[in-house]
Structures are given as C-alpha cells and as structure tokens.
C-alpha cells in the first residue's frame, strides 16, 4: 500500500456500481511499481450527481478519473474538452485534469485495439460481427471502421439501435461498411468466408456464464475468431462455442489492461514500460485467481 502523505496524488472512479472493479488494482499497482506517489479509490456516484462529482473532484485538486456505467456519456456535458475520437463515440471513460477542468478520452476504443493487436488481430479488410450495440458494441464498431475493416455486420437483439450504431459509423467515417441486423439474422451471412467476432453484449457475463446471445452451432462455424470483451468469467460461454467450432477465441481482460494503462499514461504524462504492463497482467490474473 503507498504510504499517503501531503504530497500524494488522488486518482479515482465515478460510476454506479463501482463495487466490483479492478480498476484500483490496476492503477495502484502500477504507481507502485514507479514508485510514484498516488493513489486510485472508487466513488460511488448517485443519479443526478455526476455533475457535482466532476465539479467537486476539480476543486479538489484530484488529478484524473474513470468513468463507468451508467454516466460515460451524460459526464460529456461537465467537461472543458473532449478527444476527437470520444466525441465521435459520444463517450468517456478518462477524465484527464486541465488548466479549467476536465477533458475527456475513451481509453476503451484504443484498449480495444491494443489487446486485439497483442493478439495478432488485424482489422484492416476484415469481415466483422460485432454483437451488440450498447455502449462497448459502438466503441467496436468505431474502431473497426476506423482501422479499415471491409464489412461491419451490427447484431443486436433490439435492431434500432444496431442501425443507429449503423447510420452514425457512416456517417462519421464516410463509408457504407456498416450494416445493421437483428440477431437471428445471421443466417442470412454468407458461408463462403469467415469472420472476426466481437462480442459485446452483456449475456454470459458472471453469474449467467452458461449463456451466450447465439448458441447456434451453425453460427459458430462462420467464425475464425471470437473476442469477448467479457473477462469474468475468463472462458465464456461464447469462448467455449467458438473454440468447440474451430477457432481461436480471447477474453476481455487484456482489453481491460491496455484501456487502464492509457489512462494512468495520460493522467501523468509517461508511457508505461512493456515490461510493466506485462507484470501488471500478472496480477490481474492474480486477482482474478486464475
Ligand atoms: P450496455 O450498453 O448495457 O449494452 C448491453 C448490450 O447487450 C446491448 O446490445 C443489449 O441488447 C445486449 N443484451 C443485454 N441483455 C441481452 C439479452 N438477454 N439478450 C440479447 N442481448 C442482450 O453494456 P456495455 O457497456 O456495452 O457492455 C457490454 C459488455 O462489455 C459488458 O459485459 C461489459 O462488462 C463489457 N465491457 C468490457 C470492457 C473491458 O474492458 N473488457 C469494457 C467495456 C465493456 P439490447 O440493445 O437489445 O438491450
């Protein structure tokens, strides 16, 4: 634990729930391992306060935040800037403290990326399935037509909203790659190639960990790789469908990780050492006793 005294710096989370994160052990491990004096704690944020939390966090002097469900978009309107890309997503999960407040990134898009990367997954002139189109589902769908992918297939259950996610990645990314459809729809895909899936909803997330949103063999067969960006459980339920169909299937704890490591490296300025990062998965393996 860092010793506190009248020098240490506060780091923090704003959501609600915030009771179950990891985010504390991530960023408290890697002050640790600087030597740096800060420390990182959750706050719990009632409805209808985000606004006095960002206001009260400035006065404070705290040095950055995350943001988690529900608030990643309704905190847009208490900041003094925004990255490109966050408002083109319409989301934030950092808040990174400046001369007259706070301005905001989303360190889940380039998490995202990073983990897919130190995978091996490429994007660029792909076929994509992105299930979902929730928060994290929209932050897929950007990234891989911003990394060029060919065909971005938007699977939801409630279909409006996967052509929204559709409509605004087109727009945005002047490109027709988006393509929205209902869930069972994916049978109307084409068998002659396979595809890169992300999976983004919230079904198979613990204690439900026998679920998966399509448990349809048939489905599974069209995929050469499955990335949940669940992490607990460490195997999905979909992990476990794609692998028994063939392919190759990760979890979301490296993306977890990686959207953790920017945020610490934007709040102080440094980039973290590969080497640390790796010692830092370690002990979110740890945690997670795997
Ligand atoms: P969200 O905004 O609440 O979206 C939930 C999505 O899941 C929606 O598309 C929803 O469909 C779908 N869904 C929920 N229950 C369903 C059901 N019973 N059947 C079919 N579809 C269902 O959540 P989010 O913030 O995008 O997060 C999604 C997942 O990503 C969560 O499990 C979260 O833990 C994970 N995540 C991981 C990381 C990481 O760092 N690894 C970061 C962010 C999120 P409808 O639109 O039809 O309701």
Redesign the pocket.
Same mark, same amino acid.
């Given at each position: 634990m860092q010793e506190i005294d009248g020098h240490t710096r506060l780091c923090g989370l704003i959501g609600n729930p915030v009771e179950h994160t990891m985010s504390p052990a991530i960023h408290n491990t890697l002050a640790k391992q600087e030597g740096r004096n800060l420390v990182y704690v959750p706050f719990h944020v009632e409805k209808g306060q985000v606004g006095q939390a960002v206001k009260g966090a400035f006065a404070l002097n705290v040095l950055g935040l995350n943001v988690t $469900?529900p608030y990643k978009s309704e905190v847009i309107e208490y900041l003094d800037g925004i990255d490109d890309m966050a408002e083109k997503i319409g989301a934030v999960n950092t808040l990174v403290r400046t001369k007259n407040g706070y301005k905001g990134y989303n360190t889940?898009i380039t998490?995202l990326y990073c983990a897919m990367c130190s995978e091996g997954i490429r994007l660029e002139g792909e076929e994509i399935l992105v299930l979902?189109?929730?928060?994290?589902?929209r932050a897929a769908a950007f990234l891989c037509a911003s990394k060029g992918a060919k065909k971005v297939y938007i699977l939801?259950? *409630?279909v409006e909203?996967a052509k929204a996610v559709e409509e605004e990645v087109n727009r945005i990314f002047h490109t027709q790659c988006a393509s929205a459809m209902c *869930?069972e729809d994916y049978k109307k895909l084409g068998t002659d190639r396979k595809y890169l899936a992300i999976q983004? *909803?919230?079904?198979g997330?613990y204690p439900d960990t026998e679920k998966a $949103?399509i448990l349809d063999r048939e489905f599974y067969e069209r995929i050469h790789t499955g990335f949940d960006?669940?992490?607990r459980p460490f195997c999905t339920k979909f992990m476990s469908l794609v692998r028994e169909a063939g392919g190759q299937a990760f979890h979301?704890l490296k993306?977890?990780l990686y959207?953790g490591v920017e945020a610490y490296e934007l709040w102080n300025g440094i980039g973290v050492e590969e080497e640390d990062i790796q010692a830092l998965y370690g002990v979110l393996l740890k945690a997670m006793e795997i």
């Amino acid at each position: 634990m860092q010793e506190i005294d009248g020098h240490t710096r506060l780091c923090g989370l704003i959501g609600n729930p915030v009771e179950h994160t990891m985010s504390p052990a991530i960023h408290n491990t890697l002050a640790k391992q600087e030597g740096r004096n800060l420390v990182y704690v959750p706050f719990h944020v009632e409805k209808g306060q985000v606004g006095q939390a960002v206001k009260g966090a400035f006065a404070l002097n705290v040095l950055g935040l995350n943001v988690t $469900v529900p608030y990643k978009s309704e905190v847009i309107e208490y900041l003094d800037g925004i990255d490109d890309m966050a408002e083109k997503i319409g989301a934030v999960n950092t808040l990174v403290r400046t001369k007259n407040g706070y301005k905001g990134y989303n360190t889940d898009i380039t998490g995202l990326y990073c983990a897919m990367c130190s995978e091996g997954i490429r994007l660029e002139g792909e076929e994509i399935l992105v299930l979902g189109a929730g928060g994290a589902a929209r932050a897929a769908a950007f990234l891989c037509a911003s990394k060029g992918a060919k065909k971005v297939y938007i699977l939801n259950r *409630t279909v409006e909203k996967a052509k929204a996610v559709e409509e605004e990645v087109n727009r945005i990314f002047h490109t027709q790659c988006a393509s929205a459809m209902c *869930t069972e729809d994916y049978k109307k895909l084409g068998t002659d190639r396979k595809y890169l899936a992300i999976q983004a *909803t919230s079904v198979g997330l613990y204690p439900d960990t026998e679920k998966a $949103v399509i448990l349809d063999r048939e489905f599974y067969e069209r995929i050469h790789t499955g990335f949940d960006l669940i992490y607990r459980p460490f195997c999905t339920k979909f992990m476990s469908l794609v692998r028994e169909a063939g392919g190759q299937a990760f979890h979301g704890l490296k993306m977890l990780l990686y959207q953790g490591v920017e945020a610490y490296e934007l709040w102080n300025g440094i980039g973290v050492e590969e080497e640390d990062i790796q010692a830092l998965y370690g002990v979110l393996l740890k945690a997670m006793e795997i």
